[in-house]
């Protein structure tokens, strides 16, 4: 009797798709390679996600040596994944660019073979590293960027260390750009705005008694719900917003490259700024915090004396490299000042001058 038993080949697929290879061939520079009619050439093929699957066989979750479903208290998801040779497939396995997998029943040998095979694969260091130009520096780098990131890739034999040296001393990463260049640069996506906010303003915060750190703003500590991301709570193995994402031109044509704008929508808008504010502004003490804390606490204190001086202008200039990056443009900067003179000619206290300031660099 044939038992019709097949590896899932999901994860196979999602390994080289969004994490090492890509879909289609990429140059170094990450511009797409294409056959005789102008088409671009695919990295693999269905029999290459098989076989792929094929060598992934066998592994789970430590302490599991039964079978592979979870078992509650039995696994240890802190711990790396064990592999049964009983569940591995020992067949030979042909892979993408006709490597050869065989290495029998030592799935641990196997893996290091097919990593091996993706992190030499002349797209992986195009693909990573124009994807960490992305997080790192700018969503539109140019071909010229991404090639230099590349070469810093295969000279290194992808050691993260120097690709991100590569990528923070590059000439297009240290150049400041010009005025009117509306491509370069990114958006900050809603986590690092909140966490650039705490570390502006110096957050401290106190766990609870049985030592364990637990936010909940107003009710929810669902960020996914409130913020439209979370950490570590991804909705799906596409993350939350894809590289190639683009801002649709006004004219209609495709746009330039903002992957964290696809987090924004008529709802999301409104729900990240008021979450922003919520675990920011909500939580502006002149004070350490002496005891637990819903949220972490966000010292005021040196913008609070500012303020109460008076000198608007100093609030303005103490929060422009912590908030805008030091991209605060002298109208931008006058309007804000204004904005503060006005308030206090209308009696707003300090802390409302201090909050108000602080919701608009939002």
């Known amino acids: 009797m044939t038992i019709n038993v097949v590896p899932d080949e999901n994860y196979a697929r999602e390994l080289m798709q969004l994490f090492s290879i890509g879909l289609v061939e990429r140059n170094p520079d990450f511009s797409v390679k294409t056959d005789a009619g102008g088409q671009p050439l695919p990295t693999y093929d269905q029999a290459v996600v098989a076989a792929m699957a094929r060598v992934l066989t066998g592994w789970t979750w430590p302490g ?13 998801e ?23 997998i065989d290495e029998g029943d030592n799935c641990s040998a196997s893996l290091a073979r097919m990593l091996d095979a993706l992190s030499t694969h002349p797209n992986t260091a195009p693909f990573i590293s124009r994807q960490l130009i992305q997080r790192f520096v700018t969503s539109n780098p140019s071909p010229a960027y991404v090639g230099r990131v590349s070469a810093a890739w295969t000279a290194s034999d992808g050691n993260l260390g120097r690709v991100l040296r590569a990528i923070l001393l590059d000439a297009e990463a240290r ?21 650039t906010l705490w570390r502006a303003f110096d957050a401290r915060y106190l766990p609870r008694d049985d030592g364990q750190y637990y936010f909940n703003f107003n009710g929810s500590w669902d960020f996914n719900s409130t913020l439209a ?3 570590l709570r991804a909705p799906s193995v596409f993350n939350y917003f894809e590289p190639d994402n683009r801002l649709p031109a006004a004219n209609g044509a495709e746009g330039i490259h903002a992957p964290e704008f696809q987090l924004y929508n008529e709802a ?3 729900s990240i700024f008021n979450q922003l504010c919520d675990a920011g502004c909500g939580n502006f003490k002149a004070e350490a915090p002496a005891a637990h804390t819903n949220a972490p606490v966000l010292d005021i204190a040196p913008l609070l004396a500012l303020a109460d001086a008076g000198d608007h202008g100093g609030m303005v200039d103490s929060i422009a490299p912590l908030l805008f990056g030091s991209g605060l443009s002298t109208g931008t900067r006058a309007a804000l000042v204004d904005m503060l003179d006005k308030l206090k000619a209308q009696n707003r206290s300090g802390a409302e001058r201090v909050r108000s300031l602080v919701q608009l660099a939002l």
């Open 175 to 195: 150049t400041p750009p010009s005025a009117s260049d509306v491509v370069y640069g990114k958006a900050r996506e809603p986590l690092i705005q909140l966490t």
């Open 229 to 231: 991301q979370d950490s």
């Open 64 to 76: 599991n040596t039964k079978d592979n479903f979870w078992k509650w208290g039995a696994n240890n």
């Open 268 to 270: 999301t808008f409104v």
């Open 78 to 100: 802190a711990r790396p994944m064990t592999c049964v040779p009983e569940f591995h497939d020992d067949r030979p396995k042909t892979i993408f660019r006709g490597v050869v």
